[in-house]
Structure formats: C-alpha cells, structure tokens
C-alpha cells in the first residue's frame, strides 16, 4: 500500500549526465562491476529495487527511465537530500523489473512496498491493520462488523478507520439507531444457540435488536430493509432512512401499536439530529473525499474527510513515517496510492490540499479500481476550498496531539534509560532491554515471557513465549536457565556462518524454532530453510540490558547460560519485589549488595513497567495453557463426551466454567448434544 514512483525528493528525480557515477560515498564493493551492471540498464519503465551488503530491500522507485532515474542517486552527494544520503551510502546491489507501461509499473512498485515496506520509502503507518465497517448482504440474517480484510465475498465494506475505537463507537451508535444483530455479542453459535430456545436475549429487551433469531419476531423482509437502511446512513442519504422510518412510524400509529410509533419517532429525531452535524455541503449533493495534511520535521499526518450525499459521514486522521526530505506533491501522491489500494470504494472526486506527482497516471489507476472518471481536484476558492481547509487544520490538530505524546513519552523514556545507565555503571543508554519472567501453577504448565523494551518502549513484534521443557515441577531458577540458553543460541546460531545455521548443534533446536514456540501459532510445523533462515535472524538483535524477574538464584542461572555461549558481554541484572510488590530493587551478580530504587526514582517508572509487562505476557500464556489442559482432561473423563461433542461445547461456551453455567436446553442446542446427553453432562458438572 505505499506508494510513489519517484525517488526520494525531487532532488533525485534531475538527470545527471555525468560520464562516471560517483561510488565513493556507497557500500557497493566493484565499483567497475557496478558501473557496467548500471550501464546495461534500459531507458524503458520499471521498478528499480536498491538493496545493501546483506541483500535487504532498502528502497522500491519506478520510473519510466529507469537507467536515468538510478544514476541519478549517484550524482554530488551535496546534491541530495539528507535521507537520500542515507539512503545511498547503503547501497551495495540493486535489481530491476521491466514493465509495458508507467502505470503497470505504478501497480508493481505499490505491491512491493505492501509486501516489503522498505524502510526508506513513505509508508502509511500499520496500513495492514486499518479497520473497516462489514455488512454481510449475502446472509440470511446479515451482519455488521468490524472487520481488517477486505474480500471480494459480496458484502459491503465501508471506511478505512484509523482505530478500532472509530470504529467501535461508529458500531454503537448504528445498533442504537437500528437495532441489527449487536456486533460483538452476537456471534453464529449463540445466535443458532437462541433460536434453538426460542427466546431472545436481553439485547432484544433493550431494543438494541430486532430478535432474528427467534422464529415470528421480525420477518426476513423487515430485517433486510433495516440492514439496507444502515448502508444508506453510511452512504450518507439519511433522508431516505427518515422517509422509509416515517412511514413505518404512520403505519404503527394506524394500527394503533404507540409504543412501536413513539420508538420509531425517537429514531428518526436521533438520525436528524446526527444528520445536522452531518451536513457540510450546501449546493451540491455529491461523493467526495476530502485530503489534507499537516508535517513538521520528518513527521506527517493526513486528515480525510468522507462526504457522501454532501454530508460528512467520516473523518479519520493516519499518519506517515518515512516522510522527511519529500516534497508535498511526493507525500500526497505517496499517501493516496497506498490508501486506496485497500480502500473498498473509490468516489468520484478527491478535493487535494496540492498537486500531486504524476497525477495523470495515479487517475488512470484510480478509474480503472473504482470502474468510473476520478477527477483529482485542488480548489483554491469556495466552499470545497474551506472544504480542504477544515482538513488541514484538523490534520495540524491531531500533529501536535501527537508530538506532544511522542514528546512526553520520549522524555519519561530518556530520564529513565539515563538513571538506569548511571545506576548500574552502563557505557550508554540501553537502548534495547530484554526481560524475562517464568509462570506456572505448582510447576504445572510452566511458560516463560520474554518481552522487548526499546528506546523505553515496548516492540511487541519482538516478545516471545516458552514452554518450559527440560524442567519438572516449580524451579524458576532452572527454568530461566533453560530459556535464557534456548534464547541465546538461537542468538548464536543466526549470527554464526550460514554452514552453522543449517546444523544446528543440537537436532532439539531445530523443532524449537517453530511458529508455536515463538507464539505466533497454536500447532508447531516443520519449517523451510527459507522460513528458518529469517525466523533466526529474528534473534540476531542482541539486548543491552537483560532483566531477570527474579532474585539471585536466577540472575546466576541466565549468567552462567550466557556465558556458557559466549555473551557475558551483556550485563544481566535481576528485579526483586517486595511481598506486596512495593519494591522494586536491582540485584547485580558481581555485587553483594542490591540498588534500592526509591519510589521518586525515574528509573523506578520504567523498570516497573518492564516487569509487569513480562508478568502480564507470562502470565497470559500460562492462564490460556492451564485453561486448555483443564478443559481438555475434565471433558475427556466425562463418558459420552466424545471428540466431537467436546469440541463443539468448546466453541460454543469457551470455557469449563461457562458449560458449567450453561442451563441443559442450551447444552441440548449445541450441535452434536441431545436432551439425554445435556442431562448426564450438567448432572456430573
């Protein structure tokens, strides 16, 4: 989703002519090779892909000549840009893919950003994450939800959002107005669960839903014409919504059914209302979105309006990284290829706050993805000026929201980090800090966390979870000796030769490094050599700082494996809490005496917040397994409950304590269950 096709500033994009290309200040070790390589390069359209020493994907351009756009990177250095600079003093190797046309070559260099996201092009921050609203048309009682795919299944999607709270309030609000199926409490099974009953729950008293799923309540037609009446408010035609509620509200009022009119009154009084503040275009009733931006330094935030109908359904600012040194025609034209490569719909036109670069060729590709004329508009008067205005400074008001956090969060972060290096006689700041916590309940289903703090802020990407292996029964002391070796020789084997990582010293390793054990999956599976080669890699960051959550005992264990595999280079320093946790002392293995952090200490806030995350992700883990071994051994020893059946009382209830709670007719409604087979299962619970 990224994207632009031009090098990184407008500096670059000047040919030179110069007959030899500068190398002195790159990585590139031939320079002769590369000459020729470069040489040989066609003036056709393509993607040109930069990368360094290592083969790592630095930066994705297209150009429509290529030859002349990569030479150009090689020019006086004082020439370019500081980021460029950076950028080209990386560079060792490059490759290229030639493509028919500018715009074919627009679609590459997007889908190699989406899959790669080279860290010196424009990304949309977290852009595979981005929230949608889902109405599943294709169901007999369709849905709506939040949803972070969009698929070609025929349902209606709507947004991006920048955050699940936008979306989670958008939600409440469109269940309080049209009472569909509430979007998070009612799931297939418990909706198949009540209609087995015959009775709704409470969110039909609460008129927060219309009862599907008992038979007689609403009728399918009824229901779809709700569910329709939600994609029109979000296409921004409330007027239609009012008009069919209104004449819904007279018909109730003809038949004498008040209540249902004076229901059907206040829904109407709480569209318009919300319709009101809606409005922003006072001529035209027209599809558009609405993009500005705000930038400051190397940070940038672009603000879209979504007007639909003329009225402003949406607002949702997203932020940029990557954007320093770029112009402003580059970040726009960064911004909108990578937005609406995700994006479900495109509108007709899109109010600009500036020009953008190739702006011919982005509309060629925006007509051909939304299947009509897109016309790329910059007002400079009226109302779509003010339009584009109101953006703006929506955009700058949620920039300085956010370098104010950045900034409180950095300072808090650099205080501690500083009195942590002081306290513990560190050469610089610890920049990445490792920690280490052991949960088990009376040595049964014991796991390990390991969770990563850089710059003084938690790199979830990086944490990891352990299943202790080698150790039986309640022995943190062992348990962080095994995880702290499993760690580091994992350490060792991806920064050892290649010949190294493909014998592993011992044939236990090579299971050990699965999608399970690293928490990102359930059920271990054999791994490639190309899987395997970046799951090591993974391990290669090295820690300046290890905590151990524990005392002394397991501050010895982690040094003696560490040092066992050559890392006694990186200092390990224990946590130890009082009884209450009150206390939060620092236990070095080459001093008797421990570092009392007092409670104003700014080093307390971050080495608390360090162990508690380690806690909390250990302790998580360990809760999940117990859970699943307790649910499994309690089900499997009750006669008649065979694989199946248990499965689907899983699914259906979660937990052992929710089949417990779970009355016999809503046992006998899971699939598989009969009333006799409820009856003997809630007798023996």
């Known amino acids: 989703m990224h994207i632009r096709a031009s090098p990184l500033t407008a500096t670059v994009s000047r040919r030179y002519n110069a007959p030899m290309p500068d190398f002195s200040y790159t ?22 892909l930069w990368k360094d020493a290592q083969g790592r994907l630095l930066y994705v351009g297209k150009s429509k000549k290529l030859r002349d ?21 990386h560079i060792a190797d490059f490759d290229i893919i030639l493509t028919q046309s500018e715009l074919e070559a627009l679609l590459l260099e997007m889908n190699l950003i989406k899959q790669h996201r080279p860290r010196y092009n424009i990304l949309l921050k977290d852009d595979k994450s981005y929230p949608y609203i889902k109405v599943t048309l294709k169901e007999e009682w369709p849905r709506v939800f939040s949803t972070r795919q969009v698929l070609d299944d025929g349902a209606r999607y709507f947004g991006p959002y920048a955050s699940a709270g936008s979306v989670y309030m958008a939600l409440n609000m469109l269940n309080r107005l049209f009472a569909f199926r509430p979007p998070y409490e009612c799931k297939d099974d418990k909706f198949s669960r009540h209609r087995k009953l015959g009775k709704p729950c409470l969110y039909h008293q609460m008129r927060r839903c219309l009862g599907p799923c008992v038979p007689g309540l609403v009728s399918k037609e009824e229901y779809r014409a709700t569910i329709e009446a939600v994609c029109r408010f979000l296409e921004g035609k409330t007027e239609q919504v009012v008009r069919g509620i209104r004449r819904d509200m007279e018909l109730a009022s003809e038949e004498l059914n008040f209540e249902r009119a004076a229901y059907l009154r206040d829904r109407i009084a709480a569209i318009e209302k919300i319709s009101e503040r809606q409005q922003v275009l006072r001529t035209v009733d027209e599809d558009q979105d609405v993009i500005a931006f705000a930038r400051e330094e190397g940070s940038a935030v ?8 003329g009225k402003l359904v949406n607002a949702e600012p997203f932020t940029l990284q990557g954007a320093e040194d770029e112009s402003d025609a580059a970040l726009l034209a960064s911004f909108i290829t990578q937005f609406y490569d995700s994006a479900p719909n495109v509108p007709p036109t899109l109010l600009l706050a500036d020009h953008i670069e190739e702006p011919m060729i982005i509309a060629s590709w925006l007509e051909k993805k939304a299947g009509q004329r897109v016309e790329l508009a910059v007002p400079r008067r009226g109302e779509k000026k003010q339009l584009v205005d109101l953006a703006a400074n929506n955009a700058r008001q949620k920039l300085d929201e956010l370098r104010q956090q950045w900034l409180n969060t ?5 205080a501690g980090l500083s009195e942590l290096r002081d306290l513990l006689e560190l050469p610089a700041l610890p920049q990445r800090i490792e920690c280490y916590d052991i949960s088990n309940t009376q040595g049964q ?17 990086a944490y990891r979870r352990f299943r202790i292996k080698t150790v039986a029964g309640a022995n943190d002391v062992a348990s962080i000796g095994e995880v702290i070796t499993r760690r580091f020789r994992r350490a060792a084997e991806a920064l050892s030769s290649d010949e190294q990582r493909a ?11 699965t999608p399970a054990d690293l928490g990102e999956a359930e059920s271990p599976k054999e791994l490639s050599s190309e899987e395997r080669q970046k799951t090591l890699e993974k391990w290669a960051d090295l820690p300046d700082l290890v905590l151990i959550d524990g005392g002394r005992g397991q501050v010895n264990a982690a040094v003696a494996a560490m040092r066992a595999l050559g890392f006694e280079r990186i200092p390990v320093v224990g946590v130890a809490k009082g009884p209450d946790r009150n206390r939060f002392d620092l236990v070095r293995p080459d ?20 162990d508690e995350e380690a806690h909390r992700f250990a302790i998580t883990y360990h809760r999940k397994l117990r859970g699943k071994n307790a649910l499994r051994s309690s089900l499997e020893e009750i006669p008649g409950i065979g694989p199946k059946r248990k499965k689907a009382l899983i699914q ?6 929710g089949i417990r709670k779970a009355s016999v007719d809503e046992l006998a409604a899971v699939p598989g269950m009969t009333k006799k087979a409820a009856e003997e299962l809630k007798g023996l619970l």
């Open 591 to 610: 001093s008797e005496s421990v570092i009392v952090l007092e409670r104003t200490s700014r080093a307390i806030n971050l080495v608390q917040r360090i």
């Open 302 to 309: 672009v603000q879209v309006l979504f007007v639909r109908g």
């Open 445 to 461: 289903s014991s796991v390990a966390s390991m969770v990563v703090f850089e710059r003084g802020e938690p790199k979830a990407s």
């Open 503 to 513: 014998s592993p010293e011992q044939g236990d390793e090579q299971s050990e490094l």
């Open 410 to 414: 950095e300072q808090r972060a650099v």
């Open 652 to 657: 259906a209830f979660g937990s052992l304590d």
């Open 69 to 89: 756009r990569m030479r150009s990177y090689f020019g006086a250095p004082r020439g370019l840009s500081d980021k460029t600079r950076r950028l080209v003093s």
């Open 27 to 48: 990585a590139i070790v031939d320079h002769t090779a590369f000459e020729e390589r470069l040489r040989r390069v066609p003036e056709a359209p393509g993607v040109y």
